[in-house]
T-cell receptor, first 112, second 118 residues
Framework: KQEVTQIPAALSVPEGENLVLNCSFT??????LQWFRQDPGKGLTSLLL?????REQTSGRLNASLDKSSGRSTLYIAASQPGDSATYLC???????????FGKGMKLTVNP | EAGVAQSPRYKIIEKRQSVAFWCNPI?????LYWYQQILGQGPKLLIQ????????DSQLPKDRFSAERLKGVDSTLKIQPAKLEDSAVYLC????????????????FGQGTRLTVV
């Protein structure tokens, strides 16, 4: 059974810091890994998708990497801003079933 | 391109009442998911459809929850009777489509329905 873990559960940092968010998964048989952002009371917004054959993806100040063999992904946020405050979730799409399995998320607070 | 549509956005009901949620996925997406997200937790998969067939409903409390996907497009999720612990946000997502000849499994989510059971 696939399990996705995000540690720590919460992080509070001053504005301007470069951040690394971690995600680990137990079963490497995945199609892809997605990072999502969730603002309070809202749905999930897809930030980055990494296919299983890829090593990283970039979008603006965000860079996500994937090491499928070790079951790890990191989301790097450069020069954090108060507007980056949200909960960040990673999810993997299982090979075969295409089941989308989530971690519990990491609540990020960026202080001005 | 229109996103995943869900309604209603908010619902407050008393325990033992019934409630239904509706989801319209992105056109052309074959896979549809319903998730339950309790405050402070990650989304939990309730049911996954591919076209109009059920792929996974192992975590759906079948004594009170039911779901259907009409003609492989829209879907409804029903709770009858509701319990206090059903208070959560119910998220619908769609995935699995063809883009420029490639099969893509990127998931897109609706805004969710916040259910409060009192």
């Amino acid at each position: 059974k696939q399990e996705v873990t995000q540690i720590p559960a919460a992080l509070s940092v001053p504005e301007g810091e470069n951040l690394v968010l971690n995600c680990s998964f137990t079963d490497s048989a995945i199609y892809n890994l997605q990072w999502f952002r969730q603002d309070p009371g809202k749905g999930l917004t897809s930030l980055l998708l990494i296919q299983s054959s890829q090593r990283e993806q970039t979008s603006g100040r965000l860079n996500a990497s994937l090491d499928k063999s070790s079951g790890r992904s990191t989301l790097y946020i450069a020069a954090s801003q108060p507007g980056d405050s949200a909960t960040y979730l990673c999810a993997v799409t299982q090979g075969g079933s295409e089941k989308l399995v989530f971690g519990k998320g990491m609540k990020l607070t960026v202080n001005p | 391109e229109a996103g995943v549509a869900q309604s209603p956005r908010y619902k407050i009901i008393e325990k033992r009442q019934s409630v239904a949620f509706w989801c319209n996925p992105i056109s052309g997406h074959a896979t549809l998911y319903w998730y339950q997200q309790i405050l402070g937790q990650g989304p939990k998969l309730l049911i996954q459809f591919q076209n109009n067939g059920v792929v996974d409903d192992s975590q759906l409390p079948k004594d009170r929850f039911s779901a259907e996907r009409l003609k492989g497009v829209d879907s409804t999720l029903k709770i009858q009777p509701a319990k206090l612990e059903d208070s959560a946000v119910y998220l619908c997502a769609s995935s699995l489509f063809w883009y420029r000849g490639f099969r893509r499994t990127e998931a897109f989510f609706g805004q969710g329905t916040r259910l409060t059971v009192v």
